[in-house]
């Protein structure tokens, strides 16, 4: 099994930063991808970042230019530096494991960002 937890939320101003960490541990060896994923009040969750060992990554256009997702191989960590944050980027945000890139497989137990002055 795969277990991920995540560290990092809290409430922001809008116009601040934020980082979100995430540590994957277990069954690792077969993960590629690592990610974050977002769930707002009454909204689907979507993809926010995801990105691969070999470093290739992907964004959602709505956060791409303020957030840049990084991992730490040997640590098995995922990061997400969150710029410029907006009341919308208020969400639970989960961080994700898997195989394929975008594709994931598990899933942490979220963490709140919440961005109101």
């Known amino acids: 099994q795969v277990q991920l937890v995540e560290s990092g939320g809290g409430l922001v101003q809008p116009g601040g930063s934020l980082r979100l960490s995430c540590a994957v541990s277990g069954s690792v060896f077969s993960i590629n991808a690592m990610g974050w994923y977002r769930q707002a009040p009454g909204k689907q969750r979507e993809l926010v970042a995801d990105?691969?060992?070999?470093?290739?990554?992907v964004y959602a256009d709505s956060v791409k230019g303020r957030f840049t997702i990084s991992r730490d191989n040997a640590k098995n960590t995922v990061f997400l530096q969150m710029k410029s944050l907006k009341p919308e980027d208020t969400a639970v945000y989960y961080c994700?494991?898997?195989?394929?890139?975008?594709?994931?497989?598990?899933w942490g137990q979220g963490t709140q960002v919440t961005v109101s002055s």
């Open positions: 994700t494991a898997g195989f394929t890139i975008a594709v994931p497989a598990y």
């Open positions: 990105i691969t060992s070999g470093g290739s990554t």
